[in-house]
T-cell receptor, first 110, second 113 residues
């Protein structure tokens, strides 16, 4: 069964901290892995996509890594800001569908 | 350059009525996906369509739910005889190819009274 797990479920940090969100998946036969951001009552914004052959991707203060063999990905956020507060979703693509984790709710306090 | 558009954004139906949710993909995208987010749960895949074809409907409930993506016009997710358990946020995504980044719409929030 293809399952995606995200840890922690919620995280509260003071502004300026570097933080790591974790994602694990049970089936390593992935096409790619995406990290999304979801604001309350809103849609999903794609942050980073890592192809199965890649090890990491970077965009601004965000860095995502992928270790297919161990079934893990991490999203690193540097110098966190209150505007980073949102739910972060990890999604693994199998075939033509995305399997989502339950998300990590992040709150960055000013 | 408009992204994925969904309408209505909010839909209220009484039990037994029909709900029709519309999705216009990014211009030039011929692949559409529907996902459902139940309250306090993660997003779950429902169906994947290309123009005029259903490719994968493994996540669709067997009854009352149907989807189409006609040659012209938006993709439609149709729920017949809605029940309270259908209350959820329904998201549509599109992509230019069968694998790759999926771009999500803002969702339609369905409430069944």
């Amino acid at each position: 069964k293809q399952e995606v797990t995200q840890i922690p479920a919620a995280l509260s940090v003071p502004e300026g901290e570097n933080l790591v969100l974790n994602c694990s998946f049970t089936d390593s036969a992935i096409y790619n892995l995406q990290w999304f951001r979801q604001d309350p009552g809103k849609g999903l914004t794609s942050l980073l996509l890592i192809q199965s052959s890649q090890r990491e991707q970077t965009s601004g203060r965000l860095n995502a890594s992928l270790d297919k063999s161990s079934g893990r990905s991490t999203l690193y956020i540097a110098a966190s800001q209150p505007g980073d507060s949102a739910t972060y979703l990890c999604a693994v693509e199998y075939g033509n569908k995305l399997v989502f984790g339950a998300g990590t709710i992040l709150r960055v306090k000013s | 350059n408009a992204g994925v558009m969904q309408n209505p954004r909010h839909l209220v139906r009484r039990r037994g009525q029909e709900a029709r949710l519309r999705c216009s993909p990014v211009k030039g995208h011929s692949h559409v996906y529907w996902y459902r987010q139940l309250p306090e749960e993660g997003l779950k895949f429902m169906v994947y369509l290309q123009k005029e074809n259903i490719i994968d409907e493994s996540g669709m409930p067997k009854e009352r739910f149907s989807a189409e993506f006609p040659k012209e016009g938006p993709s439609i997710l149709r729920i017949q005889q809605v029940v309270r358990g259908d209350s959820a946020a329904y998201f549509c995504a599109s992509s230019p190819a069968s694998q790759g980044t999926q771009y999500f719409g803002p969702g339609t929030r369905l409430t069944v009274l």
